[in-house]
Structures are given as structure tokens and as C-alpha cells.
């Protein structure tokens, strides 16, 4: 039966039994109102001329129209005859009327009179009483239909209310609850509604549907078992070890490359939490680093990470990638993670270049250190007026063969300073300072390079300052570098602003100029190693900011720089207090 033949059928049948309930429910009201009436109109009628024949009667000796009121009543009442003998009695009561209208003194005939008008009223009180008994049951019947036809609608409505919702609603729920089973790729589901609804005809489409969609999985399945095997061939040719993961950090693959660096075997790690094996493995805990802001999720931004392996006592370094497997459905803007691909690349060598290169950089550094400071020390002899006078054109190629050291001298420092940051060797002697005189030392030491140029100190600096963990003489070493850079980049007859202050467990260094400031685009690689901004014409390693960097962060301190291009910039610098 169709869902719309239903729906109307029950509709339908509770309209016509309320109509049925409204209809004898009217006929009962109207069958009480016409007995009320009876018994209301009738006999209440005949009671009132009764009652008015007789006072007519008990007023004859003193009212002389009493007989011709007495006549008008009792025609009415001939007209009112509703009951069983009123009407003998009626007639009787007319015939004495003619005798009192012959001799209105004739006692028997106004004794009768009375009598029979006794009589009629009695009548009419009796049949008040039945009436009213009539009525009675009537309206008992009534009630007792009503209610049972009450019933009656009441349990068909309740019938229909129980029946008809679950009739229709039940096999809609079976059928979302099954197509929410084929969304999660579950295509055997099936669905069986009897009869030939509607609902019927949608099992029978729905049943269809998940048969084709049955079929295709199922060859779906082969080709991508087909595809998985070359994926697997080709990651295996690969000889850069690979491992991927899902959303749920769950492992769904990886190459023969990564299980021999790792130590791990394929039927031990496909299927197994990543998190899980991280706790057991070095490789995959430096590998997997969690973004501490979003929840279960991988921290992409450690992209080309260095990681350190011991294989068979050699050390291994390999840079890592992070790649995310995203998808768009199709007309879709958002897109979902699929899950993640760590692609490792050997540096090794690249590594040992470097630290070959490194090596050699501080052999040199150390081997031209000896005779720059040997020629420095002798242009100082040749300026001492003990060795011999010397004519103007001399003194400047000394002076300028000192700057020339002194140059060379610096450049050395700084080589060899990034040697010892390169192979991690960075000796500090971290203790209880006064960041206020590491700073006086510092600005004292480029004083004579600040008159050169005019330019003056304006010394921000409270007077008492507590003591700051730190090593003296690379904190200064820093300091005097970002005053020096300052005044490097500063015009003539500029001032430059050096402040500091305590900021709880922390004290701030700042050193502002107004030189040509830093393009926003090289804010971020100005600490990078060897990088000058293009365009500048000073001269410089590119390592004065690198090194510095590596120092105050060696310390638990952070450097930082807020520039604008064509204002000037601000480096400010944070150590720690002595808590």
C-alpha cells in the first residue's frame, strides 16, 4: 500500500469517526432539548389554564366576567389536549360549564367543575414527572453513546498515532542507518521493505546502488592493491629512507632504505602508532615532534632538521623533510589531512665538508693570527719616536697598515669565534655581572670610532641595576659589535640612543641608530651566517649578528632586531637576572 493511501486512509477514517461523534452528538443534544420543550410548552400550558379556571370559578359570586374568563380558558385548553383522558374529562368539564352559565348558584355543578379542573392538572403533574423520567434516560443514553463512541474514536486515533509514524518512520531510519554503513565503505549492507510502497521502490533503488558500489569497491580494491605493489617497488628503489603515517599517526608505509637505518622490520611497524614506536626508537623520536598548539597533530615547521644517527660506531647525519598528504574534495574550498611523509636525505658528506671546512677556517685563523699581531706590534715600533722619526707620508701608510690589522684581526676573531659555534664548542664562563659596566666597557671601547663621526651616546641607564648571569666577555663582546655596527651605519653628527632597563627577571639592552635601516624582506636572514643586506656598500663578514646570536641564546638570552627602512633600527638584546 503506498504511504499516501495510508496517510489518507487514516486521516480519513479518524475525520468520519469524529464526524460521526459530532453529528449523533447533536442529534442527542436536540432529541433532550425537544422533551425539555415538551415539558416546558404542553403541560405547563394546560397547569397555568387550570390554575385560571379555577380562580375564575372561586370569583363567580363576586366577579361577573368570571364566567366569560373561565369560557376563554377553556377554549384553550380544548386546544391544548396533549395527554391520556384530558380529554373526557375536558368534554365533562365543558357540559358543567353550560350548567353554571344556565344558574351559576348550582353548587353540584361547581363542585364537579372544580373537580374535573383537579383531575386535568393531575393529569398534566403526572406526565410532567414521566416526562421528565424520559428525559432523564435520555440523556443517560446519550451520555453512555457518546462515551462509548468517545472510546471508540480514542482507541482508533491511538491506533493510528502507535502505528502510522513507526510504518513510515522505521524503515527511514533503517535505511539512513544503512547508508551511513556504506559512507564508511561498508557496501553490504541491504535493505528489505515488504509490500509496494514507496518505500519499497527506494529499498529496491537503494539495494541496487549498493550492489554497483559493491562492484566497483571490490575492483577498486584490486587496482589499488595493484598500484599499492608498484608504489612499494618504486619507494624501495628510492635510496633515500621514506616513511609515511596517517591522520591517526597510524604507519601505512615505508622503505627497505628506512628499516636498515632504523633497525626496525616492516611487520613490526606497518599498522603500529608511530608515538608508540617513537618511545622505543632514537631514529623515529627525532623524527616525530608534536605542534605543541594544535592537538595530535605534526609539527611541520623543523623542516630540514639535522638528525644523528651512531651506525656501527660511524656517526650518519640526514636532513629531514615533512611533506603533508592533503585532499580536496571536489567544489570544495576546505581541505583534509590525509596524514604525513618524512623523506630523509643523507648529508653525511656534506657534514664532513663542512666540518672540514671548518677545521681548515680555524687552522688558518690560528696560523695568521701569530704574524697579523707580530706586524701590528711592529707598526707600533715604527711609530715610537725611539726607533727614529718619521716624515707625515709614513706615519699615514702606518696608520693605515694599523687599521688594515686591526681589520684583519677582527675578521680572524670572528672566524674563529664561528668555529667554535660550528663545532659546539662554546666555552662560556656564565657568573654574577653588572650588565651596567659590561655596557660602559663597550661603549668606551668605540668612542674613538664614534668622534671620528661626530656621532654622541645618549645613555639611557637607571642607577641601580641587580646582577645578570652572564659571560663578561662575550656579553661584551656582543654589546661593543651592535654599538660598532650602530655607528657604522649612522650619518654624521647623528646621536645614537643605548638604553637598559629591568624587566622583572630579565634585563633589556637596546641600541638604536638612524642609519638606512633593514628592508622588511631581510628582517628575518639578518643573523643569518655570511648574509649582508644587498646594496650596502661597509664593509663586513656578514658574521658580527651571527655570532652574537649564537652567544646571547647560549646564555638564555634572545637577540632581536625592529627595524624601519630609511628610519634606523633598534637591536635589543635580554640576559637573564641573577635570581
Given at each position: 500500500m503506498k504511504i499516501k493511501t495510508k496517510l489518507n486512509l487514516g486521516i480519513g477514517l479518524l475525520f468520519t469517526l469524529i464526524s460521526l461523534l459530532a453529528f449523533f452528538s447533536i442529534e442527542q443534544i436536540n432529541s433532550l432539548s425537544s422533551d425539555s420543550e415538551n415539558i416546558i410548552k404542553d403541560n405547563k400550558e394546560t397547569i397555568a389554564y387550570t390554575r385560571n379556571m379555577l380562580k375564575a370559578l372561586s370569583e363567580i359570586d363576586k366577579n361577573k366576567e368570571a364566567l366569560s374568563i373561565f369560557e376563554g380558558y377553556?377554549?384553550?385548553?380544548?386546544?391544548?389536549?396533549?395527554?391520556?383522558?384530558?380529554?373526557?374529562?375536558?368534554?365533562?368539564?365543558?357540559?358543567?360549564?353550560?350548567?353554571?352559565?344556565?344558574?351559576?348558584?348550582?353548587?353540584?355543578?361547581?363542585?364537579?367543575?372544580?373537580?374535573?379542573?383537579?383531575?386535568?392538572?393531575?393529569?398534566?403533574?403526572?406526565?410532567?414527572?414521566?416526562?421528565n423520567?424520559?428525559?432523564?434516560?435520555?440523556?443517560?443514553?446519550?451520555?453512555?453513546?457518546?462515551?462509548?463512541?468517545?472510546?471508540?474514536?480514542?482507541?482508533?486515533?491511538?491506533?493510528?498515532?502507535?502505528?502510522?509514524?513507526?510504518?513510515?518512520s522505521n524503515p527511514i531510519k533503517e535505511l539512513i542507518r544503512s547508508i551511513k554503513l556504506i559512507a564508511a565503505n561498508d557496501y553490504s549492507q541491504r535493505v528489505d521493505f515488504e509490500g509496494h510502497s514507496e518505500l519499497g521502490e527506494l529499498a529496491t533503488s537503494f539495494n541496487t546502488m549498493a550492489n554497483k558500489l559493491d562492484e566497483f569497491?571490490?575492483?577498486?580494491?584490486?587496482?589499488?592493491?595493484?598500484?599499492?605493489?608498484?608504489?612499494?617497488?618504486?619507494?624501495?628503489?628510492?635510496?633515500?629512507?621514506?616513511?609515511?603515517?596517517?591522520?591517526?599517526?597510524?604507519v601505512i608505509l615505508i622503505n627497505e632504505e628506512?628499516?636498515?637505518?632504523?633497525?626496525?622490520?616492516?611487520?613490526?611497524?606497518?599498522?603500529?602508532?608511530?608515538?608508540?614506536?617513537?618511545?622505543?626508537?632514537?631514529?623515529?623520536?627525532?623524527?616525530?615532534?608534536?605542534?605543541?598548539?594544535?592537538?595530535n597533530k605534526l609539527s611541520t615547521e623543523e623542516t630540514n632538521f639535522k638528525i644523528h644517527i651512531d651506525k656501527q660506531g660511524k656517526d650518519i647525519y640526514f636532513e629531514k623533510e615533512i611533506q603533508e598528504i592533503v585532499y580536496t574534495p571536489y567544489n570544495q574550498n576546505e581541505r583534509h589531512l590525509l596524514g604525513y611523509v618524512i623523506v630523509l636525505k643523507n648529508i653525511t658528506k656534506f657534514v664532513d665538508l663542512d666540518l672540514a671546512k671548518t677545521n681548515f677556517i680555524a687552522t688558518i685563523s690560528h696560523e695568521l693570527k701569530t704574524p697579523i699581531s707580530a706586524i701590528k706590534f711592529s707598526l707600533q715600533l715604527l711609530k715610537n719616536v725611539k726607533t727614529g722619526m718619521l716624515n707625515d707620508e709614513q706615519r699615514d701608510l702606518i696608520i693605515s697598515c694599523e687599521d688594515d690589522t686591526d681589520r684583519l684581526l677582527?675578521?680572524?676573531?670572528?672566524?674563529?669565534?664561528?668555529?667554535?659555534?660550528?663545532?659546539?664548542?662554546?666555552?662560556?664562563?656564565?657568573?654574577?655581572?653588572?650588565?651596567?659596566?659590561?655596557?660602559?666597557?663597550?661603549?668606551?671601547?668605540?668612542?674613538f670610532l664614534a668622534e671620528q663621526k661626530d656621532i654622541s651616546f645618549?645613555?639611557?641607564?637607571?642607577?641601580?641595576?641587580?646582577?645578570?648571569?652572564?659571560?663578561?666577555?662575550?656579553?661584551?663582546?656582543?654589546?661593543?659589535?651592535?654599538?660598532?655596527?650602530?655607528?657604522?651605519?649612522?650619518?654624521?653628527?647623528?646621536?645614537?640612543?643605548?638604553?637598559?632597563?629591568?624587566?622583572?627577571?630579565?634585563?633589556?639592552?637596546?641600541?638604536?641608530?638612524?642609519g638606512q635601516g633593514i628592508d622588511i624582506q631581510y628582517?628575518?636572514?639578518?643573523?643569518?651566517?655570511?648574509?649582508?643586506?644587498?646594496?650596502?656598500?661597509?664593509?663586513?663578514?656578514?658574521?658580527?649578528?651571527?655570532?652574537?646570536k649564537e652567544f646571547i641564546e647560549a646564555q638564555g638570552g634572545q637577540i632581536s632586531v625592529d627595524s624601519e627602512l630609511g628610519i634606523g633600527s633598534t637591536f635589543t638584546l635580554k640576559l637573564n637576572n641573577n635570581l
Open positions: 377553556l377554549i384553550k385548553q380544548k386546544s391544548n389536549i396533549t395527554e391520556i383522558g384530558e380529554k373526557e374529562l375536558t368534554e365533562k368539564l365543558s357540559a358543567n360549564f353550560q350548567l353554571l352559565k344556565e344558574n351559576s348558584n348550582n353548587k353540584l355543578a361547581l363542585d364537579n367543575a372544580q373537580s374535573f379542573l383537579f383531575e386535568i392538572m393531575n393529569i398534566n403533574l403526572k406526565a410532567i414527572e414521566l416526562k423520567i424520559i428525559a432523564s434516560e435520555t440523556a443517560k443514553r446519550s451520555i453512555l453513546l457518546i462515551s462509548l463512541l468517545s472510546i471508540f474514536c480514542f482507541i482508533i486515533a491511538l491506533i493510528l498515532f502507535m502505528k502510522l509514524p513507526g510504518n513510515i569497491n571490490k575492483s577498486n580494491i584490486a587496482n589499488l592493491l595493484a598500484e599499492k605493489k608498484i608504489t612499494e617497488t618504486l619507494l624501495n628503489k628510492i635510496h633515500y629512507p621514506i616513511i609515511g603515517f596517517d591522520e591517526y599517526m597510524k628506512f628499516l636498515k637505518i632504523s633497525g626496525l622490520n616492516n611487520k613490526e611497524i606497518i599498522g603500529a602508532n608511530i608515538l608508540e614506536i617513537a618511545s622505543e626508537n632514537d631514529l623515529i623520536r627525532q623524527l616525530i615532534i608534536m605542534d605543541p598548539v594544535k592537538e677582527k675578521i680572524i676573531s670572528e672566524l674563529l669565534n664561528i668555529t667554535q659555534i660550528e663545532t659546539g664548542n662554546i666555552q662560556l664562563n656564565i657568573m654574577p655581572s653588572y650588565l651596567k659596566d659590561i655596557l660602559q666597557y663597550a661603549i668606551n671601547t668605540n668612542k645618549n645613555i639611557i641607564c637607571p642607577e641601580y641595576l641587580p646582577e645578570v648571569l652572564a659571560d663578561k666577555e662575550k656579553t661584551a663582546w656582543v654589546i661593543t659589535n651592535l654599538i660598532s655596527n650602530a655607528i657604522r651605519y649612522s650619518n654624521k653628527n647623528s646621536k645614537i640612543i643605548i638604553s637598559i632597563s629591568n624587566n622583572g627577571n630579565q634585563q633589556i639592552v637596546s641600541v638604536t641608530d638612524n628582517k628575518n636572514k639578518i643573523f643569518d651566517r655570511y648574509f649582508r643586506v644587498p646594496g650596502t656598500n661597509k664593509e663586513g663578514t656578514g658574521l658580527g649578528l651571527a655570532i652574537s
